[in-house]
């Protein structure tokens, strides 16, 4: 599983770096990105998972 | 306040309606069941979205709506009463295709990194505050507290003198209260705030150093500095989105810590929880409504929509509605998946919401570390702003330890 962010829908609004900070950080504006190519092992996929649902923008993927 | 009280919130809105200042809520949720898009003749006609669809349809889309005003008031600004295409305080009242290039000059000295290492100052700040209330049986957590904390933080920012703190306050002042008079009487109040600001810029220049002003004034836009206008107009920008905003939040959080002695005392003996805990202040009492004006005549979300409609966008119903939130209606401090739109949604996303995030925490935990237990002292004189902002002015608390 990944996790992928789509830079056409995030607006920065900070929440999955402030969620998951191993797995997603910021970019010189403030827009989540993430972290290495997006590998979930099974410990950090709920974390990505958390961080989805608290995405306001549903900018967040995660696929297999 | 308006003396011509609504009969019926569906087809008669009106925000600054008693009944609407005092507790909006219960109103929401009627409009989200029977309308769910209500309308109003007042202010020369509008549309008010109660549900998250609805909300998040008309923030999201900017060929239908455009920014160039977003407070509501009885006139309307046209294209041609603003300098174009900066309009009056950008990026907030600007649409595409200007407003992501004005977005993107200031969204790098509001990211994280520069926002985070403001801390100990904004800490600092808090406990000083603190420090001048010690002592007291009852102290007013809304005006002595949270309303002097984002002013000195946007003052510090800045660059502006430290002694010019009242002035500024009285500048803020100005600013907040004129918000929805007409542009030409706003224009006139706005002469020794102009006034001030033009002096701060000037001695910018001469001295420049590290912070928002000489940022501003040091940013290109195709090789060129910023138009002094549009210096201006963001740094009036910050003031207007910057206080009473954040101010509201830590107000409302410390009302309901006030009122639910549970909530309080976890957050006190779990700190950790703090972060989660702000989310959900957030999304309960999120304090700003945005404006958007309808472009052209249309059809839309059902409704007859004409030119220059108001549309007054709810986020502070839309995290209400449960369609997108379990148990909506009930405040859960420790609520894992929060959805919220308290920063509203789309390329308007606030600019500010790392700053305010992290003064509201900060505020929070100082109050907390200092005062463990409270209540209000007298809830009846609690007042709440009225308008697109929401949260308690009067905001007296008795400290009990």
């Known amino acids: 599983m990944k996790v992928r962010i789509d830079p056409d829908i995030c607006q920065g609004q900070g929440r999955c770096f402030s969620i998951a900070p191993g797995l997603f950080g910021f970019d010189e504006l403030g827009n989540g990105v993430v972290i290495g190519d997006g590998t979930l092992q099974a410990d950090t996929l709920a974390l990505a998972q958390l961080a989805q649902a608290n995405c306001p923008e549903h900018a967040i993927f995660i696929e297999e | 306040m308006t003396d011509n009280p609504v009969k019926d919130f569906a087809t008669d809105w009106d925000h600054s309606d008693s009944q609407w200042v005092a507790d909006p809520y219960p109103i929401w949720e009627d409009l989200r069941e029977r309308c769910p898009v209500a309308h109003t003749e007042r202010y020369g006609g509008g549309w008010f979205p109660a549900t998250h669809a609805g909300v998040s349809k008309i923030a999201k889309d900017t060929d239908n709506f455009t920014s160039r005003t ?16 900066i ?15 004005a977005r993107r000059l200031i969204l790098p000295a509001f990211a994280p990194g520069p926002i985070n290492a403001l801390e100990p100052m904004i ?11 010690d002592g007291q049986d009852v102290v007013n957590a809304g005006s002595s507290y949270a309303r002097y904390i984002p002013p000195s933080v946007i003052r510090g920012m800045l660059g502006f003198p430290e002694e010019d703190i009242e002035q ?27 006034a001030y600001f033009t002096k701060q810029i000037e001695e910018h220049m001469d001295n420049p150093r590290d912070d928002l002003t000489s940022y501003l004034l040091n940013a290109e836009l195709d090789g060129q500095n910023l138009a002094l206008e549009h210096v201006f107009g963001t740094m009036v920008l910050i003031l207007v989105a910057g206080i009473d905003t954040t101010w509201s939040a830590i107000g409302s959080s410390i009302w309901h810590l006030a009122n639910n002695p549970a909530d309080l005392a976890r957050l006190v003996n779990e700190p950790e929880l703090m972060p989660v805990a702000v989310e959900e202040f957030l999304r309960f009492y999120a304090p700003v ?9 249309m059809e839309y979300l059902g409704c007859p929509m004409k030119q220059d409609d108001w549309i007054l966008l709810g986020f502070p119903a839309a995290n209400r509605d449960p369609d997108v939130f379990a148990d909506a209606d009930r405040f859960i401090i420790d609520r894992a998946e929060n959805r919220h739109v308290a920063f509203g949604l789309g390329i308007h996303r606030c600019a500010g919401s790392n ?31 009225p308008g697109q902002i929401r949260g308690p002015r009067n905001l007296p608390i008795r400290i009990l330890s």
């Open chain 2, 123 to 133: 800490r600092e700040l808090c406990i000083k505050l603190l420090d001048g209330l």
């Open chain 2, 87 to 101: 309009g009056l305080a950008p990026p907030i009242t600007s649409d595409p295709p200007f407003h992501a290039i």
């Open chain 2, 168 to 194: 500024f306050l009285e500048f803020v002042h100005i600013i907040l209260e004129g918000i929805d008079h007409p542009v030409e009487e706003r224009l006139e109040e706005f002469a020794p705030v102009e």
């Open chain 2, 289 to 297: 409504t945005m404006a958007r004006l309808v472009k052209e005549d």
């Open chain 2, 70 to 85: 977003v407070v509501i008031g009885n006139g309307r600004p046209t294209e041609l009463d603003l300098p174009a295409p």
């Open chain 2, 355 to 385: 700053l305010a995030r992290l003064e509201l925490r900060i505020a929070i935990e100082e109050f907390i570390k200092r005062f463990p237990t409270f209540e209000l002292a007298d809830a009846e004189s609690v007042t709440w702003a």
